[in-house]
DNA sequence: TCTGGGGTCCTAGGACCC
DNA sequence: TCTGGGGTCCTAGGACCC
C-alpha cells in the first residue's frame, strides 16, 4: 500500500453539461433539465440534480424521463461551450500540479505529493480547487482525496454533489467497507447483480472473500482486481499523457433495412470520420473492426487485419464493407439493421507507412492502400479544403445520401480521446 | 415511443510456430 | 495406435466507463 497522505485527487464536475445550462441561463436553477432528448424520444444525455431526485438519469429515453418527471425541462446542448468550460477547469487544476490525468471532458486525477509545500496539506488543495472552479468558473466540482486513485474516485463520488472527501490513511478500512460494491470501478450492473446472488452487497462483504474464490465467481482479472481494490492495493499511477489505441465512430438510424446503397452511405461517413481523426494526427491503423446492430439490440462484430496500417477513406469504406456484408451473412435481403459502426485499432505512425501506401497493391482487402498514393492524395486533398472552407465544403458523398446527423458533431468530439 | 457515441479491458478458442 | 508444451497473433463477444 502506498506511503504517506491523501495525495491522490479525484476532481469530478457535478452533472457538468445540465451545470452548464443552468450557468449559461439563471432561469434554469434550481429546476429540473435535461440536456438532450425530448418528451417524445432521443436520448438524455445529462440531468441536472433537481431531475435526478424524480430518477432521471444520463442513457434514458426522452419520454421516459418525462414520465418520471412531467415538469422536466429538454434543453439543447451548448457543446461548444462544455469543451470551453471543461478546458478551463482542467487549466485550474493545472495550475495545483502538473500531475494530472484528464480522465474525460469533466474529470480528471490529481498527484499533488510535490505541491504540499505551496499550497499546504492535500485538504487545503482540496479546498483550493473547489473554491477556484466556483469564484471563476462558476460550477460545482466534487473532489475525493486518498492514497490511491482508486479510493480518490469513489471519494469524489461519495462527496457528490459539490462536496469533499479525504480519506485520511489507515481509516480507509471503515471508509469502504459500508459502502455498496456498485461504487467499486469496474462493477456494473451484472457484476453487481452476480455478487448480490452471493449475498455480497458492501464492499465489507467483498472484502471478506478469498480472492480465489473471487476469481472464480466473476473471471481471473476481474476478481483479481476486485480483491485488490477491496483490500485498497492500487498502484496505479497517475499519467498525464495517454493516446488512444483506437478510433471508431458509429451511427444509430433506428430501424432500416440493409439495402447496399444505403449502407454503402453510412459506411462512407463513419470512414470519413475515422480516418480524418487518423489523417489530421498522422495515425493510421492495421485492424477494421465494424459493429451491426439488429432490432432487439442483438449485434454482431466482425474484424480483419491487415498487413500494412491503412488510414485512406475509401479503402476503409471497402473493408468495412465486406465485414458487414458478413456480419450480416446469408439472413433475409430485408434484414433491419439499427446501427453501424467502424473502428480502427493497431493504430501506428503514418509516416512510417508512407512508403508501404505508395507501393501498396490494388486489393484492399490484402494490403494497405489501392492504389495507395492516388488515395492518400485525394484525402489530403480533401482534409485541406475542409480545414480552410469547412466541413462541408467537399465529402465523398452527395448531400442527398450523408444520413441526417441524430447527434451534433460538437458532441461527438467532447467524447473523442486523443488519438 | 425502446435504448447515443466515444472509448478500455478481458476471455476464450483457434491458427500457427518452434 | 499417438504425441508435449509454450508463445504469439487473430477474432468474436461481452462488461464496463464517461
Request: hydrophobic letters at 45%; proline letters at 6%.
Amino acid at each position: 500500500m502506498p506511503d504517506g497522505g491523501p495525495t491522490i485527487l479525484h476532481a469530478d464536475l457535478d452533472a457538468f453539461y445540465a451545470s452548464v445550462e443552468q450557468l449559461l441561463d439563471p432561469a434554469l436553477r434550481g429546476r429540473p433539465i435535461a440536456v438532450g432528448g425530448g418528451p417524445s424520444g432521443g436520448v438524455v444525455l445529462a440531468a441536472s440534480y433537481e431531475a435526478k431526485a424524480f430518477g432521471v438519469q444520463g442513457g434514458m429515453t426522452g419520454w421516459r424521463a418525462a414520465q418520471l418527471c412531467p415538469e422536466l425541462l429538454f434543453v439543447r446542448g451548448h457543446f461548444g461551450e462544455y469543451q470551453r468550460l471543461g478546458d478551463a477547469v482542467m487549466e485550474v487544476l493545472a495550475g495545483v500540479t502538473p500531475l494530472v490525468e484528464r480522465v474525460s471532458i469533466d474529470e480528471a486525477f490529481l498527484d499533488v505529493a510535490g505541491s504540499t509545500h505551496l499550497f499546504g496539506p492535500p485538504e487545503r488543495i482540496c479546498v483550493l480547487i473547489r473554491g477556484r472552479v466556483r469564484a471563476e468558473i462558476g460550477l460545482p466540482i466534487s473532489v475525493g482525496a486518498a492514497r490511491t486513485k482508486h479510493l480518490a474516485k469513489i471519494a469524489s463520488q461519495v462527496a457528490k454533489p459539490d462536496g469533499l472527501v479525504v480519506v485520511q490513511p489507515g481509516h480507509e478500512r471503515e471508509f469502504l467497507d459500508p459502502l455498496p460494491v456498485g461504487l467499486i470501478w469496474g462493477v456494473g450492473p451484472v457484476h453487481r447483480q452476480r455478487l448480490a446472488d452471493l449475498g455480497i452487497r458492501t464492499i465489507g462483504d467483498l472484502a471478506q472473500i478469498p480472492s480465489g474464490a473471487l476469481e472464480r465467481i466473476l473471471g481471473h482479472a476481474v476478481g483479481h482486481k476486485l480483491s485488490a481494490m477491496a483490500r485498497n492495493d492500487d498502484v496505479r499511477p497517475v499519467v498525464t499523457a495517454r493516446r488512444a489505441g483506437s478510433v471508431g465512430a458509429q451511427s444509430a438510424f433506428g430501424r432500416r433495412p440493409a439495402v447496399a446503397a444505403e449502407v454503402r452511405a453510412v459506411l462512407a461517413h463513419l470512414a470519413d470520420r475515422v480516418s480524418r481523426r487518423l489523417r489530421a494526427k498522422g495515425r493510421a491503423g492495421r485492424t477494421v473492426t465494424v459493429r451491426v446492430r439488429f432490432v432487439g439490440m442483438r449485434s454482431v462484430t466482425r474484424s480483419h487485419t491487415v498487413a500494412e496500417p491503412v488510414s485512406a477513406t475509401l479503402t476503409l469504406t471497402e473493408i468495412a464493407e465486406r465485414l458487414v456484408w458478413s456480419a450480416i451473412g446469408s439472413a433475409s435481403a430485408a434484414t433491419e439493421i439499427t446501427l453501424l459502426a467502424v473502428a480502427v485499432s493497431k493504430l501506428a505512425d503514418q509516416r512510417a507507412v508512407q512508403l508501404e501506401l505508395d507501393l501498396a497493391t490494388p486489393d484492399p482487402w490484402r494490403a494497405g492502400s489501392a492504389p495507395g498514393a492516388a488515395r492518400g492524395a485525394v484525402d489530403g486533398s480533401m482534409d485541406e479544403i475542409r480545414d480552410r472552407f469547412g466541413a462541408d465544403a467537399v465529402g465523398y458523398l452527395p448531400a442527398v445520401l450523408r444520413p441526417a446527423a441524430a447527434v451534433p458533431d460538437e458532441f461527438r468530439e467532447l467524447a473523442e480521446h486523443d488519438v
